[in-house]
Every structure is written in structure tokens, then in C-alpha cells.
């Protein structure tokens, strides 16, 4: 069973940065497509970030030049650094995981991220 458990959320200054992590359990890393999703109130869940196994990275308009995403294969972890957030960055956001060629996806919790202006 894959589980994904997210940390780094919190409350931040518009122009501030926060770094979220992910960690994923009971699967092997490198065969795993990641990426970060959020859902603002009110709004549907939308994709922030992806990065695949090899290290290819793909990102939503509104986070180009804001957003990194890379991953750590030894920590089975993958990042999301936020740079000079705003307040429409506020919402929760998930990790998703996904097993290249099986069509299975994985979500964590969520973890909080607030953006004050």
C-alpha cells in the first residue's frame, strides 16, 4: 500500500516562500510519476506540478517562474518549493503519486497552505 505524507504547509506574507514535502511508503520511488495538486475553497482541485522519474517537470501557467519541483530518489521524497506566494496561491495541497504504466494514483492528506496579502 503506497502512503504519501505531506508536511511544510502553513501561514505566509504574500512574496514569502514555503517548501512542501512529500514522502512516499511501501512503493519503490524511482517508479513513480509525482506531482502536487491544490484545491482553493470553493474550487475544483487543480494541478500545481508534475515531475517524473526521470526528472521531467511540467507546471500550471500561474506558478512558472514561482514553482520548483524536484524529488529525492534516495528519500522517496519529491518538493515543492513556493516562491513569492500570493494570496490566490492559498488553498490545500495534495501529493499525488502516480505508478508509471499502471494507472494507479495515490493521494496524501493535504497540508494547508495560507497566503496573507
Known amino acids: 500500500q503506497v502512503q504519501l505524507v505531506e508536511s511544510g504547509g502553513g501561514l505566509v506574507q504574500a512574496g514569502g516562500s514555503l517548501r512542501l514535502s512529500c514522502t512516499a511508503n511501501?512503493?519503490?520511488?524511482?517508479?513513480?510519476?509525482m506531482g502536487w495538486y491544490r484545491q482553493a475553497p470553493g474550487q475544483q482541485r487543480e494541478l500545481v506540478a508534475t515531475?517524473?522519474?526521470?526528472?521531467?517537470?511540467n507546471f500550471v501557467d500561474s506558478v512558472k517562474g514561482r514553482f520548483t519541483i524536484s524529488r529525492d530518489n534516495a528519500e522517496n521524497t519529491v518538493y515543492l518549493q513556493m516562491n513569492s506566494l500570493k494570496p490566490e496561491d492559498t488553498a490545500v495541497y495534495y501529493c499525488?503519486?502516480?505508478?508509471?504504466?499502471?494507472?494507479?494514483?495515490?493521494w496524501g492528506k493535504g497540508t494547508l497552505v495560507t497566503v496573507s496579502s
Open positions: 499525488n503519486a502516480e505508478i508509471v504504466g499502471s494507472g494507479r494514483n495515490y
Open positions: 511501501g512503493v519503490i520511488f524511482g517508479l513513480l510519476n
Open positions: 515531475i517524473t522519474g526521470g526528472g521531467s517537470t
